[in-house]
């Protein structure tokens, strides 16, 4: 059995998400799970590990509120069977008003 290394608790997130490198060629993605550390999510292509990415995530539907924005690391790409990659994103930056959305987010989701 493999043991739990994550430092906080993840919780379901059906979003669609931007994920960015260098800030100009953006992969589409969904996400699937998300912590105050880092988030899950699904893409068609396989992400290099440990690559930079630029983020960009809505927690509501309401568009007049600006969306998170922040930046990660790929720690894991693992091929679906049925096709494109879970992908693993542990937050490098994020500002502290955007993390405390998140944090919001994930108290209302308990």
């Known amino acids: 059995m493999e043991r ?6 993840r919780y379901r997130l059906r979003q669609l998400i931007r994920l960015g490198f260098g800030k100009e060629t953006f992969v589409p993605s969904r ?3 998300i912590s105050t550390a880092g988030i899950g999510c699904q893409v068609d292509e396989p992400l290099d590990l440990y690559s930079r990415v630029y983020l960009m995530l809505q927690l509501d539907d309401d568009d007049s509120t600006p969306p998170i924005q922040g930046e990660g690391v790929v720690l894991r790409c ?5 096709g494109g990659y879970d992908v693993g994103i542990e ?3 994020v500002l502290d008003f955007d993390l405390d ?3 919001a987010f994930l108290d209302a989701a308990d």
């Open 4 to 9: 739990e290394r994550r430092k906080s608790p």
């Open 31 to 33: 996400g699937t799970d």
């Open 78 to 82: 693992n091929p679906r069977e049925a």
């Open 91 to 93: 937050f490098t930056e």
């Open 101 to 103: 959305k998140i944090a």
